[in-house]
Structure formats: structure tokens, C-alpha cells
């Protein structure tokens, strides 16, 4: 519509030079798609790994750190989105933004696991302040991991995605509700609890809004990879 002509890549295509030749730039995509899966699968995997050690027995519990997997399982991550941006944006593999829609429901399950582990531990009101900060850790790490694969397919819609999230802000007020007005407890702990319900009760809102927040950084992603991403991939 701006006239600008665009420099999106189309699908790899198969190379009708010399039979025997390789494309290199099919070999690329596929390489691209392996690291971008395998990559994304070990920081799944092992942000798993960490969930189930916090929230393990409280013998297990004191020997993980958080500061060390977080930080690495970031940068298994960030090798794997990077890799998924540069094999959709840059060489047009058709099949990643399956992988990845895959990925973010997966991502989306975790949460929801994640998100009812933290409502019981709240309930029950025997965690302090330590663990506590874990929680919120485990979490926007799972969210964050959730809006960057949103990020890497284009006109991708996250409202489906905000219905579970607003159903376990539903089941955490009623729990919430049963446990001050018929058990009681010790209103220390009520901080935590809106601490929790407010701050993913206005992420599913927003993602269900829809409101763009997020337009911004996508659009400079697409501009960045027009403008390079015929200098970065190979033609052949």
C-alpha cells in the first residue's frame, strides 16, 4: 500500500540447476529449522526441569538456584528464536511457524501448570519470601517465553491463547475467596495473592484486547529483515 516493494522471502525452492547441486539455501532453511527446534526444545525442557525442582520437596527445593538456569536457559532460548526468526523472515521455511505455533501452546500448557502450582502453594500460605520471588521468576519467565514466540510469526493472534489464562484468574479468585472469608489466614499473605491475580488478570486482558503494545517491536523486526534479508541469504 506505501509502494514500497517488498523484499519478504518467498518459500525455498527447489534448485533446477545441475541435478546433482545442492541449494544451498534449502540446506540453510533446514539447518535453521534443527536449531531453531532443538534449541527451543532444550530450553523447554529444561525450564521443565526447573519448575519441578521448585516446586519439589523442600529438601530439593533448597539446593536449586535461580539466578544460574535462568540465564542459561535464556540463551538456549535466545539461540533458538534467533534461528526461527532468521528461517521464516530470511529464508522462508513454511514449516517453522507450524513448529513454532506448536511450541507457544506448549509454552501456554507449562504456564497454566506453572500458574495452578503457585495458586496452591498461595492457598496453603507456606512459602516465604525466598521462594515467593522464585515464583515470580518461573513466571515472567514463562510469559516472556510465550510473547516471544508470538513475536517470531507474523499477524499472529494471542487472544485464544489469553482464554486459559483468564479461566485460572477465575479458579484463583474463587480459591482465594473460600480461603479468607470461609478458612481465614494471615493477611501477610493476601499481597502475594493479588500480587498474582491482578498481574495475570491484566496480561490475559491485554492479550485479549489486543491492544498493540506489541506492534512496535514486531514492526521493527519486519522492517529490519526487509531491508536485509536479501544481503543476508544466499540466492542459490
Known amino acids: 500500500m506505501d509502494g514500497r516493494k517488498s523484499t519478504s522471502p518467498t518459500p525455498t525452492q527447489p534448485h533446477h540447476g545441475n541435478g546433482h547441486l545442492v541449494s544451498q539455501r534449502g540446506m540453510l532453511s ?3 529449522l534443527l536449531i531453531s527446534v532443538g534449541t527451543l526444545a532444550i530450553a523447554m525442557i529444561g525450564g521443565a526441569r526447573v519448575v519441578y525442582e521448585i516446586f519439589g520437596s523442600s529438601t530439593e527445593e533448597s539446593k536449586i538456584g535461580i539466578f544460574a538456569p535462568v540465564v542459561m536457559l535464556g540463551v538456549a532460548y535466545g539461540v533458538g528464536w534467533l534461528t526461527a526468526m532468521v528461517g521464516i523472515r530470511v529464508y522462508g521455511n513454511l514449516i517453522l511457524p507450524i513448529l513454532i505455533n506448536v511450541f507457544m ?5 507449562g504456564i497454566c501448570y506453572l500458574y495452578l502450582e503457585i495458586i496452591v502453594r498461595l492457598l496453603l500460605q507456606e512459602y516465604d519470601l525466598w521462594r515467593f520471588l522464585k515464583y515470580v521468576v518461573v513466571m ?7 510473547i516471544g514466540l508470538h513475536l517470531i510469526n507474523e499477524d499472529h493472534n494471542l487472544r485464544p491463547f489469553a482464554i486459559p489464562l483468564l479461566i485460572m484468574c477465575v479458579i484463583q479468585l474463587g480459591l482465594d475467596v473460600y480461603r479468607y472469608v470461609f478458612i481465614g ?3 501477610i499473605y493476601l499481597l502475594g495473592d493479588l500480587f498474582f491475580l491482578f498481574g495475570m488478570a491484566g496480561v490475559a486482558i491485554m492479550m485479549l484486547a489486543h491492544v498493540g503494545l506489541l506492534d512496535p517491536l514486531r514492526t521493527r523486526f519486519t522492517n529490519y529483515f526487509d531491508m536485509n534479508s536479501t544481503s543476508i541469504r544466499t540466492q542459490d
Open 140 to 146: 515472567l519467565a514463562g510469559l516472556a517465553a510465550l
Open 30 to 32: 533446514l539447518l535453521m
Open 185 to 187: 489466614g494471615n493477611a
Open 105 to 109: 501452546w506448549v509454552c501456554l500448557a
